[in-house]
C-alpha cells in the first residue's frame, strides 16, 4: 500500500448522523481518530441542523441538503495538522448535530400545591399536570445559550428547566384568572393557551418553542373532593324524609332474611325500625297516603322510650317499653336471670346485671295503707 493509499482511507469523505433514539437533540460528530479533507460532503437530514464552532465560536449553521466543504471559512478536521500533503490547512472545529424535529409526550406538573382564593370554597389548593411538545427552532442559540460543549443532549437535560418555567406562569395565570374552581376543567384548553402564550418568548430566547401545550387535569386536595362528593350525593337523594325511611325499610328487609347473622338483635332491631317507619306511616294515613277526607288524623305517638327484649329457649320476644317490663318484674314475669337485650345497649345481658333494672328489682315497697 502506498503512502497516498494510506492517507486516502485516513479521510471522512462524508459527514453525517443517524439518530436511532427519541431523545437525543444534540450529537456531536466524533473527530477522534478521523479526518475530513478539503472537499468532503457533509450530509444533513430532514430534521436535522448542522452546528460548526471554530475556535470556541460559532462558525456556521447549515440545513437540510448536501455540501461540499471546499472553502477556507468551512471546517476541516484532521489528525495530519502538521503535515503538508497538499491539503488546505486544517481548522481545529467541531460540528455538532441538532435535532429539529418535534420532541413528543414531555410531561409537566406543579410538585407543590397553588393556593387559589375561590369565591364558593375560599382558599383552596390546586395541583395540577398535563404534557407539551417542544422543538429547536434556532440551532446556534440553542447551542450558545443551552449546550455549550455537551457531546450528547437529551430531553431530559432540558425537562426540568422548562417544567420549571411553565409552573412558574401556571401558578400566576391560575391564581389570577378569578376562574371558579367547578368550572376550571370546562376551560383547560383556555387555560393552556394562555400558559403557552406567556411562556412562548421566555423559552425562544432559549432558541426553542412549545408547538403543543396541554392542561390534562387540575385537581382539588382528596378531602375537599370528598366533600363534593359528599355534596354531590345529598343532591342526587333528594327528600332526605323519604331516603332515610327507604333505608330503614332495606335494612329491615336485609336483618330479616339474616336472622342468624345477629340472633335476636337483627329481629329486635328490625322491630324497631318497622315501629319508627309505621309511627311516621300513621301521621299521613296508610303507606304514606292522605287521611280520608272527614277523617280526624290520630294523634302523633307521644316520644318512644327505651325498649327491651327478652330471650328464651333460644328465641327472642318483644320489644317491651319500660312500663311493661316493670309490670313483668312486680309479676315475676321477669326476674333476675331473664335475659334481655335494649337496641344500643351491649350484647344480651341477666336483668340482675342491668344497674337500673337491679335497683327496680331490690327496691322494696313501703307497707300499703290501713284499710
Known amino acids: 500500500m502506498s503512502i497516498f493509499d494510506f492517507l486516502r482511507g485516513e479521510f471522512i469523505d462524508v459527514i453525517h448522523w443517524t439518530d436511532d433514539t427519541r431523545d437525543t437533540i444534540v450529537w456531536r460528530f466524533e473527530r477522534q481518530g478521523h479526518a475530513i479533507k478539503y472537499g468532503a460532503k457533509l450530509t444533513v437530514r430532514e430534521g436535522q441542523a448542522a452546528v460548526f464552532v471554530h475556535e470556541?465560536?460559532?462558525?456556521?449553521?447549515?440545513?437540510?441538503g448536501l455540501y461540499?466543504?471546499?472553502?477556507?471559512?468551512?471546517?476541516?478536521?484532521?489528525?495530519?495538522?502538521?503535515?503538508?500533503?497538499?491539503?488546505?490547512?486544517?481548522?481545529?472545529?467541531e460540528i455538532y448535530f441538532v435535532n429539529t424535529?418535534?420532541?413528543?409526550?414531555?410531561?409537566?406538573?406543579?410538585?407543590n400545591p397553588i393556593l387559589c382564593r375561590d369565591r364558593e370554597f375560599g382558599v383552596v389548593r390546586?395541583?395540577?399536570?398535563?404534557?407539551?411538545?417542544?422543538?429547536?427552532?434556532?440551532?446556534?442559540?440553542?447551542?450558545?445559550?443551552?449546550?455549550?460543549?455537551?457531546?450528547?443532549?437529551?430531553?431530559?437535560e432540558i425537562e426540568f428547566q422548562i417544567r420549571n418555567v411553565i409552573v412558574a406562569h401556571f401558578s400566576q395565570?391560575?391564581?389570577?384568572?378569578g376562574i371558579p374552581v367547578l368550572d376550571m376543567a370546562a376551560n383547560t384548553l383556555d387555560l393552556g393557551k394562555l400558559v403557552a402564550g406567556k411562556i412562548a418568548p421566555m423559552v425562544a430566547d432559549y432558541g426553542i418553542a412549545?408547538?403543543?401545550?396541554?392542561?390534562?387535569?387540575?385537581?382539588?386536595?382528596?378531602?375537599?373532593?370528598?366533600?363534593?362528593?359528599?355534596?354531590?350525593?345529598?343532591?342526587?337523594?333528594?327528600?332526605?324524609?323519604?331516603?332515610?325511611?327507604?333505608?330503614?325499610?332495606?335494612?329491615?328487609?336485609?336483618?330479616?332474611?339474616?336472622?342468624?347473622?345477629?340472633g335476636g338483635m337483627g329481629a329486635g332491631i328490625g322491630a324497631g325500625m318497622g315501629m319508627a317507619i309505621?309511627?311516621?306511616?300513621?301521621?299521613?294515613?296508610p303507606w304514606g297516603a292522605a287521611p280520608a277526607a272527614g277523617t280526624t288524623p290520630p294523634p302523633p305517638p307521644p316520644p318512644a322510650g327505651r325498649v327491651w327484649h327478652i330471650a328464651e329457649n333460644g328465641a327472642s320476644r318483644g320489644p317491651y317499653s319500660e312500663d311493661q317490663l316493670a309490670t313483668?318484674?312486680?309479676?315475676?314475669?321477669?326476674?333476675?336471670?331473664?335475659?334481655?337485650?335494649?337496641p344500643g345497649g351491649p350484647d344480651w345481658r341477666r336483668a340482675r346485671d342491668i344497674p337500673e333494672l337491679a335497683e327496680m328489682m331490690s327496691a322494696t315497697p313501703p307497707p300499703p295503707p290501713a284499710g
Open 56 to 64: 470556541g465560536q460559532l462558525a456556521d449553521v447549515f440545513g437540510p
Open 68 to 93: 461540499e466543504l471546499q472553502t477556507n471559512n468551512m471546517p476541516i478536521l484532521t489528525t495530519l495538522q502538521h503535515w503538508d500533503h497538499g491539503f488546505r490547512s486544517p481548522f481545529k472545529s
Open 101 to 111: 424535529r418535534i420532541f413528543t409526550d414531555l410531561k409537566w406538573g406543579t410538585k
Open 126 to 156: 390546586l395541583r395540577a399536570y398535563g404534557s407539551y411538545t417542544m422543538r429547536v427552532t434556532d440551532p446556534g442559540r440553542f447551542m450558545t445559550e443551552i449546550v455549550g460543549t455537551d457531546g450528547e443532549f437529551t430531553t431530559d
Open 173 to 177: 395565570l391560575i391564581a389570577a384568572s
Open 210 to 262: 412549545l408547538p403543543a401545550f396541554y392542561i390534562e387535569n387540575i385537581s382539588l386536595p382528596a378531602e375537599v373532593e370528598g366533600a363534593l362528593d359528599k355534596r354531590t350525593s345529598m343532591g342526587a337523594v333528594g327528600d332526605l324524609r323519604k331516603y332515610a325511611e327507604f333505608s330503614a325499610a332495606e335494612a329491615m328487609t336485609a336483618a330479616a332474611a339474616n336472622p342468624s347473622g345477629g
Open 278 to 285: 309505621g309511627a311516621r306511616m300513621g301521621q299521613s294515613g
Open 328 to 342: 313483668m318484674l312486680s309479676t315475676g314475669g321477669v326476674t333476675g336471670d331473664t335475659w334481655l337485650w335494649t
